[in-house]
Each structure stands twice: as C-alpha cells, then as structure tokens.
C-alpha cells in the first residue's frame, strides 16, 4: 500500500534521502504566519513571507510505495 504524507520543507529532505519518498509534482506550498496560503508566482518574484523566520512555513507532499508498485497522480507516474 502506498503511502503519501505531508511535510514541512526541513522533512521533506528526511523523508526523501532517508526513508526513499519521492515528492510530488507541483504539490510545493508556502503560507504566511497567518496559515494563508502565498502562490508559487509571490514566491518566484521575491516573498518572503512564508519563510520560517517571519512565522511562516512552507513544504510538500511525498509518496512512498512498496517494491514494485507505482501509482499516477496528477498526469504523474511515482515508484515503480
């Protein structure tokens, strides 16, 4: 059974080099210290409001599968 989870950007990285995730295409997030969500267009042209130090947060989903398996989402083909 595949299993997908949401991370902080600092997890992402764990959850990628050391338990073998993949991260999912276009599925980047980045929120203001309010929890309000700041588009991916803000980002690129210089917010930097979502970051840590400002009382924000960004990060991603992942997917793990067993062996053998992959699984589509969104257009994308993840594992196997």
């Known amino acids: 059974m595949p299993v997908i989870t949401t991370g902080e950007t ?3 990285a764990f959850y990628e080099n050391a338990l073998g995730f993949q991260r999912l ?3 980047e ?3 203001d210290n309010q929890g309000r969500d700041i588009d991916e ?3 690129r042209a210089g917010s930097d409001e979502w970051k840590r130090n400002k009382g924000g947060l960004s990060g ?3 997917i793990w599968c ?3 398996y992959s699984v ?3 257009g994308h083909v ?3």
Do not use: K, M, Q, T
């Open 29 to 31: 997030f980045w929120l």
């Open 72 to 74: 589509e989402i969104r």
């Open 10 to 12: 600092r997890g992402v």
């Open 41 to 43: 267009e803000s980002v």
């Open 66 to 68: 067993p062996e053998g």
């Open 60 to 62: 991603a989903e992942l």
């Open 25 to 27: 295409r276009g599925s």
């Open 78 to 80: 993840y594992c196997g």
